[in-house]
């Protein structure tokens, strides 16, 4: 079974840029989830999407959005980026929420220049 | 918010046991606990999770204390494989301890 996969693997991005991250989550897993990746801050959760809808939402400001789609694919977005943004974004998926085990993809290593 | 803390780093032998703690100060009676390791360059790798009980898989074990306010992953024989920082999570996956970077000495 392919595991998560996300794309891109690495971007740069301009301050002020606005830019989508993409998930595919493990065939038959339903909810996926977002986390930003930081040496000072380690992991933080940005957000959970089931059944295309948001259940849960980090401490992250309003620039921070996502959406899932109907085959559970899910992208996220970040607008009118900040040097602080760059990060490493993972994405994970499980079977029905949160409180299973999770599975992580490579993530995206974004750098905001 | 709910608050997980790991010390930053542990030292173990090869072959030998490691106990690797994780404090849940915060966490609520029906939020799962869940283990993950990260290799260098990679997503966090699922270790083990539980709930109130002791649980075992061929990875690891997990002791939860009876209060819930920490639990401790064990890794019964230390491989160099193992190497790794370990993150403990609580309220089901939404906040993660700073890990634990787990050298094993062969």
């Known amino acids: 079974k392919a595991g998560v996969t996300q794309t891109p693997r690495y971007l740069i991005k301009t301050r002020g840029q606005q830019v989508t991250l993409s998930c595919s989550p493990i065939s038959g897993h339903r909810s996926v989830s977002w986390y930003q990746q930081t040496p000072g801050q380690g992991l933080q959760f940005l957000f959970e999407y089931f059944s295309e809808t948001q259940r849960n939402k980090g401490n992250f400001p309003g620039r921070f959005s996502g959406r899932q789609f109907s085959n559970s694919r899910s992208e996220m977005n970040v607008s009118t980026l900040e040097l602080g943004d760059s990060a490493l974004y993972l994405c994970a998926s499980s079977l029905v929420d949160a409180s299973y085990e999770q599975y992580f993809g490579p993530g995206t290593r974004l750098t905001v220049t | 918010d709910a608050k997980t803390t790991q010390p930053n780093s542990m030292e173990s032998n090869e072959e030998e046991p490691v106990h690797l703690p994780c404090n849940h100060s915060?966490?609520?009676?029906?939020?799962?606990i869940h283990w993950y390791r990260q290799l260098p360059s990679q997503g966090p790798e699922y270790v083990i999770h539980g709930l109130t009980s002791n649980v075992n898989n061929r990875m690891a074990s997990l002791a939860i204390a009876e209060d819930r306010k920490s639990s401790t992953l064990i890794l019964h024989r230390a491989t160099l494989r193992d190497a790794a920082v370990y993150y403990c999570a609580g309220a089901n996956n939404l906040f993660f301890g700073t890990g634990t970077r787990l050298t094993v000495i062969p």
């Open positions: 915060t966490i609520s009676g029906t939020d799962y």
